[in-house]
């Protein structure tokens, strides 16, 4: 787990969630991005996303992590569709569900949730055609709650982890990190040369590891928008 040699020229400098919930800054070569775009298309064809509609829910603080699947998306063959993961964006996304099919939407985030129940959209209504669902810790549990089959999502330091189908851990692309535990959360290592190197480096995430992914540890819902005087 060595770090890349410093005459890299750095594609960014972005960020990730620390053990404390503080966002790190985090450095990212030209070469490692060229790798993680690779790896991601290889993640979004193993999943059969190819032909069909793809949205990602993310935040720009999240671009290291997310780019690679967006760039990805694209070169497994499916359509694009982007939008932020806050309460504002509710709006939008269920715009995209209601007017196009898709098969894939990931990074559902409990704000996105509580901005669809204060518009009076029921979640369960809004994903119901998804054939993968990928929800972040808490919204896992409310969608499970509400008779859907999300899949475990979750954004591990500077990985992005999602699982193969409903009730399974969620894997980051094995040949770029391994997961571990480290007092309670999920921590990460690089296993390839990187602009900064990730040594059992401990993440935002709580949770275990199971044959090589991780199930994040539940989080209770939160009320819901929906009780919130108009």
Do not use: N
């Amino acid at each position: 787990m060595t770090a890349a040699t410093g005459s890299d020229v750095l594609w960014a400098v972005g960020t990730y969630e620390d053990e404390h919930g503080r966002r790190a800054p985090w450095r990212i070569s030209h070469a490692e991005i060229g790798r993680d775009i690779g790896t991601a298309t290889a993640r979004l064809g193993e999943l059969g996303v190819a032909g069909r509609r793809v949205l990602w829910c993310s935040m720009l603080s999240q671009a290291g992590q997310f780019w690679p699947y967006v760039c990805g998306t694209v070169m497994a063959g499916a359509r694009l569709s982007c939008a932020d993961a806050t309460y504002g964006e509710a709006m939008r996304v269920s715009m995209f569900l209601r007017l196009m099919d898709y098969d894939a939407v990931f990074g559902v985030t409990e704000e996105l949730l509580d901005g669809l129940e204060a518009l009076e959209r029921a979640p369960a209504e809004v994903f119901a055609g998804a054939r993968l669902l990928g929800a972040h810790p808490g919204a896992y549990e409310r969608l499970i709650a509400l008779g859907l089959e999300p899949v475990r999502f979750a954004v591990c330091g500077p990985a992005v982890a999602i699982a193969r189908e409903p009730g399974g851990p969620a894997f980051v692309p094995e040949a770029e990190w391994e997961l571990t535990e480290a007092g309670g959360h999920i921590a990460i290592s690089s296993r390839t040369a990187r602009a900064q190197a990730f040594v059992r480096t401990p993440t935002s995430v709580r949770g275990s590891v199971v044959d090589g992914g991780i199930r994040p540890d539940p989080v209770p819902a939160r009320p819901s928008a929906s009780h919130i005087d108009k």
